[in-house]
Structure formats: C-alpha cells, structure tokens
C-alpha cells in the first residue's frame, strides 16, 4: 500500500515539475498565461462509505488552472501590435474555427488580411455602409486597404475676416484682380473639383464709396471670375447683417480638367467689420485631392483606420473583444489561444474601452505574466516532495526486506 502512496506522490510532482517547466520555457511568451497544478488527496471507498480507521490513498493532480492575470506591457512602436489592458480577448478565425488570444503580435498577409503567426484572421465589426458607427451583430475579416482614397469636391468654403471699418473706397474703379488700387484686401485658398484637381481661389474685397458699412466679394478661380461681385453688410456693431444666412451661392464654374463643374458657396458668416485691421480668422474648405495609404492606425477603442495623404482617416472595423464567464473553462489550443467550452460559458462580445472590457493600446505588446522567481521556488518545493516521495519508496522497500528476511 506504501508503494502506491508514495509512487502517487511521486507523479504529482512529476505533474508539478512538469508545469513548473512549462512555464519557465515560455517565461518570454507574447500573452502566455502561467499555469498552476492542483492537486486533492484520495480515499478508496466500499459500499458502506470510508471507514473511520481508512488511510488515505495518496494524491492526484485535481486539475492544471490558467492564470490570467495581466501581463506586463512593452511598446514596440509597430502599430500592429496590439495589447489588451483589462480583460477581453481578441477574436480570431481560420477556417471556420474561432478562437481567442491575448496575443496582439499581428502583420498581414499577400491579401492584405491581418493575421496572427498561425494565419488566423482578426475579427472586427465592419463599418456601416453610408453610416457612422459599426455594425455589431456580425463579425468580418480586417483588411487592409490599398487602393487610393478618393478625391471629395470643394462644395463650401468657410470664411472668417476681419474687414477693416475705417477703410475707404479704392481710387480705381471698375474693380480688376490685375490692379491692386480697385480693391481692399484678398485673400487666397486651394479649392478641389470632383478628379481631386487642385483649384486656387481668390477672394477680392472692395468697400462701396457710396454705402456705409457695405463691401462687395468677388471670386476668382483659376483667375477667372466666378458670377459677379456680391454686396455684404455690416451692422453698426461690427456683426454681418447681410446675407442674413452668411453665405453667398456662386455660379457652377466649368473646369478644363473634365471635371464636374465646381458648385462653391462661400460662407462669410464669422466676418466682422471692426478697427482698422485686415485679418483672416479662419478658411477652410471641405474638399481634398487622391491620397494614397500612409499608415494604419488603431484607437483605444479598437477602431482600426487606414490614414491617407490628403489627411483623410477610412475606418476599417472595430476589432471585436469577447471575455466569457469563466475563463478557467477554456481549452487551450496551443498558439497562446484558446476556444470556447461549455464550462467556459457561452462568449459575451463586446469592444475595446466599454463595459466589462480593457482598451487597446497600439504599438505595445502584453508579455507573459510569468514570474521567475516564484517558479524557481516552486521548483525547489516540488523538487523536495520528490525526494521525500522517493525516500518513502526506498524506506518501505528496506521494511519488506526485513519481512522477507524473517526465518
């Protein structure tokens, strides 16, 4: 019976020394989590339950837990990397199979997919078409864009001057952009048309010598005029009084490029007329050329986006957290990922900086959380059962030598 105990013992060291192993070997790991052995003792039962006088008979390992606790982050400065902060893990897909990893160590692949070191591919919620916001009822394979984001039409132009109040009229008349004595003050801006063409457009000044308070805009692109001259005024406080809207429509202007034309309204409605200084506050237009990708951004959020050189941001999906009720129900799969289980509970999805969810930290990666020092000692413990096991052995096989050696 000794024999049994003790060789009992000695497998749950063995088991011990095993895990013990395993998580020093993968000490350097992208999102490893350490394991621990539990163990539980035994009793050999009949039909009527253990006797009071039973001796035990020996240990098992009861079961080989994973400990997920967080891990230390680094940063890597490769945007592609991704690190979970709280808990949540990613969602992955290959071939129809879903898995889950705390492994952010992403790249992509010929198609442009991002994929782990396996191939699995990242799941995110993909943008709603014609919409903001993202549709979460379904789950999509994140890829990469390589195609040129298109060019958007200048359609409003956004003006905020100061027109000076003690300004007079110009010496010249009729008004000329070639002859800066027929006007008060310009101002220029790039404007767009529908092929991305970059367009400059000018804008011309001239205060009325008839009317207090009254200015005349004119508009020029590609230095050809734009309509006629409109009348602005300004009410005795300095504010625009007219167009009440603020805003001027212009005439379509026919580009070369064979382009649509260029519908351009000019928004005058943050001018003022004060003092005896000409400045230009704000001009911004909405419209912007082709650009090409540049780079890959990912939010705390997880919103991934594909950042272009006309400044412009796609959004691409939102990477799809999911966390689950019990984690220790996992199966491990191998990869540092692991799968869904009864045990585990079904899969509760969600993403990044929300409820229940950590956020995502790009240019960082979550290392292994395991400790070295606590593992070293914990070798050395199961080292010492060990020995003591096999010392039992060793003392029970000198008990029944005696025994054998009685005459």
């Known amino acids: 019976m000794s024999f049994n105990i003790a060789l009992t013992g000695l497998n749950a060291a063995s088991s011990e020394l095993a895990v013990t192993a395993n998580n020093i070997a993968n000490a350097n790991t992208t999102g490893f989590k350490e394991s621990r052995a539990q163990f539980a003792d035994f009793f050999l039962a009949n039909a009527y339950g253990v006797s009071d006088t039973a001796v035990g008979g020996g240990v098992r390992v009861a079961k080989v837990s994973q400990q ?8 890597t400065n490769n945007s592609l990397d991704l690190a979970v902060s709280g808990t ?8 129809g199979a879903v898995s889950y990893t705390r492994s952010g160590q992403f790249g992509t692949d010929r198609n442009g997919f991002i994929v782990n070191s396996s191939g699995a591919r990242l799941q995110a919620y993909p943008p709603v078409a014609g919409a903001a916001g993202f549709d979460t009822a379904n789950l999509s394979d994140v890829q990469l864009s390589t195609s040129d984001n298109p060019p958007n039409a200048t359609t409003l132009l956004n003006t905020g001057v100061n027109l000076p109040a003690e300004s007079t009229a110009p010496v ?8 800066p004595s027929s006007y008060n003050n310009t101002t220029s801006v790039t404007v767009y048309d529908s092929l991305g063409t970059a367009h400059p457009a000018n804008l011309f000044f001239v205060k009325s010598a008839t009317t207090p308070n009254e200015w005349t805009v004119h508009t020029q692109i590609d ?3 734009v309509g006629t001259g409109t009348a602005i005024t300004f009410n005795t406080d300095g504010s625009l009084a007219t167009p009440a809207s603020g805003q001027i429509v212009l005439p379509a202007y026919a580009t070369a490029t064979g382009s649509d034309p260029v519908d351009l309204t000019v928004d005058l409605g943050k001018s003022t007329q004060y003092g005896n200084t000409f400045s230009v506050n704000s001009l911004t237009q909405d419209g912007y050329a082709t650009g090409r990708l540049s780079g890959i951004e ?6 991934v986006q ?16 999911a966390n689950f009720a019990n984690p220790q129900g996992l199966q491990q799969l191998g990869d540092t990922s692991w799968g869904e289980t009864y045990a585990s509970g079904a899969v509760i999805r969600g993403t990044a900086n929300s409820s229940n969810f950590g956020l995502i930290q790009s240019g960082a990666l979550e290392g292994s959380n395991v400790d070295i ?5 914990n070798m050395i413990v199961a080292q010492r059962s060990f020995q003591a096991n096999a010392q039992m052995i060793s003392t029970t096989d000198q008990i029944t ?4 050696n009685i005459r």
């Open 68 to 75: 997920f606790t967080q891990g230390a982050i680094s940063v």
């Open 88 to 95: 949540g893990w990613f969602t992955l897909a290959k071939d």
């Open 172 to 179: 010249t008349t009729p008004f000329s952009s070639a002859d």
């Open 223 to 225: 230095g050809a005029d």
């Open 298 to 303: 990912v939010t705390q959020d997880g919103i």
């Open 306 to 321: 594909a950042r272009f050189t006309n400044g412009q941001a796609t959004p691409l999906g939102q990477i799809a957290m």
């Open 373 to 377: 020092t606590k593992q070293l000692v």
């Open 401 to 404: 030598q005696t025994i054998i």
